[in-house]
Every structure is written in C-alpha cells, then in structure tokens.
C-alpha cells in the first residue's frame, strides 16, 4: 500500500472522533488512516453514548460514525450531534444504501463514504476527513473575517451600507439614523429609489447600469438623500466595488455634504 504522509504541522492538524461499536474497524481506521496522512489523529469510542459525552465536553475537527450501531444508529447519532454542534460529520458504513445517504444528507451530514476492503482505501477515508475539515475551516475564517469587517463598519462615523444589485442587504446604524429610520432592518430590501430623491434617482440608476457594464467612473458623487420625514439633504457618496459573500457588491460609504467654498 502506497501512503500519502505529509510532516507533521500543529495548526494543521485535525482531530476526529471515530464512532464504531466493533472494535477491529476502529483499530484498523486509526492506523491506516494516520499513516495515510501524518496530521490526522484519529481518537476511537465505540458507543455512541460515550461519542455524544466527549463531544459535549471536547472540541473535536470531524466525527467518523458507521451507521448500524445500537442505540442510535448513525443518523440518529448525527442529529443529535446537530442539536449542539456543527462540527463536521462523516457517515463510514459497509452496510448503508442510498435510502441511507439520503437520510444522512438530511440531518446535516457533510459526507458519506461506503467501507471497502481494498487498504488503498483509508487513503481516499483520510482526503475526504481533510477536505470536508478545511472547507469547515475556511467557512468559519470567513464568517470571522465578516465579522472583524462589520464591527470595523459599525465604528465608523459615516453611514455605510451595502448594495447588490439595486437591494440594500448591509446597513450601518449611523445610516439608520441618517436616513431617520429607527431600526436597520427597516432598510434591509429596500431599493433606490425610496431613499434617493426622485431627480438624482434617474442619473444613480445610469451609474448602476454603467458600473455592471465594467465602465469605470468616478468613485464619489453627490447626491440628494430622502429622508423618512420627507426632506433632502445633500451628500457625498463614496463606492467601491467589494465581494459580498461571493456576490460582487457596492459599498457606498456617505458623508455630508461639505459647502462649495469648504471645497476650494
């Protein structure tokens, strides 16, 4: 059997949970699987009762269960796992179907891998306990990179918000409060033209179908903002274009309007 190994890195590396109430399978699992990749560690229960208590109690990367198990099978297991935590979780099983995959998918499952005999085996076990751990991984740098971004947005002074296409789907509060709405998600959805005065609405709409066109232009404009109230207030609207969540996006970034002469 040829190996995958790779040296050892701590912050790579993944620790898993394997779930199997025969003992031979676990035995085998964690040995040819780290061996297969040398980052992998493989911990082994075999009740599903004593998985759900270390899972309470520890942080683990990945959870391997077979599927028949008494007590709880492996769907079972996978839904109670779901009720507190969304580590990932690999369905390993010899005895499954496609009624069983289908079932496993449903409760949150994030792979499903049927056991074989050939050893070569553990080598494509330990790609898919890899790859379904740092797609995990990344997803959560994401979400904290989102946040880090947010909480840097709130702080600023200027409202800020976002646009896809002509639908607001991020507003500061202190865009809010400029707009003179009490909450955020009053302005979550909201398009344009409800908050844009009806004679500089024509010439944003203009800007929208230039910027989609890839056209270049100038990343700040004034414009006439409607308020709640029904007045208008002049501003200086800052763009950019940004990725939103994996959506290309406008941020717009508003300051006041400043008098001509404070401009010379």
């Known amino acids: 059997m040829s190996t995958q190994t790779e040296p050892s890195n701590p912050e790579d590396a993944i620790r898993v949970l394997h779930v199997d109430d025969e003992h031979s399978p676990l035995e085998f ?6 061996l297969s990749d040398s980052n992998i560690h493989m911990e082994s229960v075999a009740t599903t009762e004593a998985a759900l208590r270390r899972l309470e109690e520890e942080n683990f990367d990945c959870v391997v269960s077979d599927y028949q198990m008494p007590v709880l099978n492996g769907i079972e297991f996978a839904r109670r796992i779901r ?16 009624e ?5 998918f449903t409760v949150g499952i994030d792979d499903y891998i049927r ?3 050939n ?38 002074p200027d409202p800020v918000s976002v646009r896809v296409g ?8 202190s865009a809010a409060e400029f707009w003179g709405y009490d909450d955020v998600s009053e302005l979550l959805g ?6 844009i005065a009806p004679e500089d609405w024509p010439i944003i709409v203009e800007r929208m179908e230039r910027r989609e066109r890839g056209e270049e232009l100038p ?46």
Request: overall charge negative; aromatic content about 6%.
């Open 190 to 195: 909201v398009g344009g033209a409800e908050v």
């Open 119 to 156: 050893p070569s085996h553990y080598q494509v076990l330990a790609r898919r306990i890899r790859s379904v751990v740092e797609e995990r991984r990344g997803h959560d740098a994401l979400i904290r990179s989102e946040e880090r971004y947010r909480t840097l947005i709130e702080q600023l």
């Open 83 to 98: 009720g507190f935590s969304d580590v990932p979780i690999i369905i390993y099983t010899g005895r499954g179907s496609e």
């Open 115 to 117: 056991k074989e005999l």
């Open 219 to 264: 990343s700040m404009y004034e414009v006439k903002i409607r308020k709640t109230d029904g007045s208008t207030v002049d501003a200086e609207v800052h763009t950019t274009s940004i990725d939103y969540q994996g959506t290309p996006a406008i941020l717009n970034i508003r300051g006041h309007h400043r008098p001509q002469e404070d401009r010379d």
């Open 29 to 34: 699992t964690k040995s040819f699987v780290e």
């Open 166 to 173: 002509d639908e607001r789907v991020y507003v500061s509060k």
């Open 100 to 104: 069983v995959a289908e079932a496993a």
